[in-house]
């Protein structure tokens, strides 16, 4: 037998197909809804006993366990519905609904998407912009950085009637004003971590663009923004997320009867718990879903320019 072959069966085996199965992001994906999911089934009984146990009493029956416990996952407005019901309204206002009806969601949700992906360009470009002039001049960083800070102690749910009706005084009114406070949402997280990433470059690269008499335009475009661009899409990530809380945000003071935020409004005025948590799925996974694009337009940037796949 010889050295090679020994050493190879000797060598210690690698993970099975079920333990990396086991190991993969799908299970934990997977566990976690799960465990949501019972959870909420769990707390839906909780919140509708109260309601349910009245509407027993007043009917005078003493229903089984059983019986009060579907009783309280099917009733009409319900405080907090169960997944079964926000799944049946869901797949009724997306798939059973012309997707131009007002009660698609659907309809709603590119009303919605509209808003967040013009705000979300309009905020990146500002966040940028910001950070380009933080960087390059001393003073701005001193004057303007903490004013981009303090901005955002200013709680949106307090700025947002108010731009919506500054704009619409000068006659600005529909998709801009919504785009507008998802600007406002989006550029904070952009600025900052661009200031970030055009600050990452070490001392000796910026020393040795002086040595081959760079200039500032030179240095930022081979130097500076390279290196920025990892920092760039995390920030991204960030602030397209904010863009779709902002959009809809926008929606609420408005008295608007389109979009996702519209939607919820509606939902509370005439108590449909189920449209409100329709309409919060369909946004966090329009949220997952535009996070995701920019992760993979990140891997797709990040591949052309030379990194390792991760």
Not at 144 to 172: E, H, K
Not at 188 to 204: A, H, N, Y
Request: glycine content about 6%.
């Amino acid at each position: 037998m010889t050295t090679a072959t020994a050493t190879a069966e000797h060598a210690p085996a690698g993970p099975s197909l079920i333990a990396r199965f086991l190991r993969s992001k799908v299970v934990a994906v997977t566990v976690v809804i799960a465990a949501i999911i019972v959870i909420w089934y769990i707390a839906a009984i909780f919140m509708n006993a109260q309601w349910q146990r009245e509407v027993f009493e007043r009917a005078d029956v003493t229903p089984t366990t059983i019986e009060f416990i579907e009783a309280t996952w099917a009733q009409e407005r319900p405080v907090l519905p169960a997944p079964h019901q926000v799944g049946a309204e869901l797949y009724k206002t997306i798939f059973q609904t012309a997707p131009t009806s007002k009660r698609s969601l659907l309809f709603h949700g590119w009303v919605t998407l509209s808003s967040t992906l013009l705000g979300f360009l309009m905020g990146t470009f500002l966040g940028i912009c910001l950070a380009t002039a933080i960087v390059h001049v001393a003073s701005l960083d001193k004057s303007l950085m903490p004013w981009v800070v303090a901005s955002q102690t200013i709680p949106i749910l307090a700025i947002a009637p108010m731009v919506i009706v500054v704009l619409a005084s000068i006659g600005l009114t529909g998709l801009l004003p919504k785009a507008i406070i998802s600007t406002y949402l989006s550029f904070f997280p952009v600025t900052v971590g661009m200031v970030k990433g055009l600050r990452s470059p070490d001392l000796i690269n910026l020393d040795l663009m002086r040595t081959y008499s760079a200039s500032r335009a030179q240095t930022f475009w081979k130097l500076r923004w390279p290196s920025s661009v990892p920092y760039l899409f995390v920030s991204m990530r960030v602030a397209i997320a904010a863009s779709l809380v902002g959009a809809i945000v926008g929606e609420l003071p408005t008295g608007a009867t389109a979009g996702l935020g519209a939607r919820l409004l509606t939902g509370s005025y005439y108590g449909q718990t189920v449209q409100i948590w329709s309409a919060l799925i369909t946004a966090a996974v329009l949220a997952a879903v535009l996070v995701g694009l920019v992760g993979l337009v990140s891997r797709f940037v990040m591949r052309r320019m030379g990194a390792r796949p991760t």
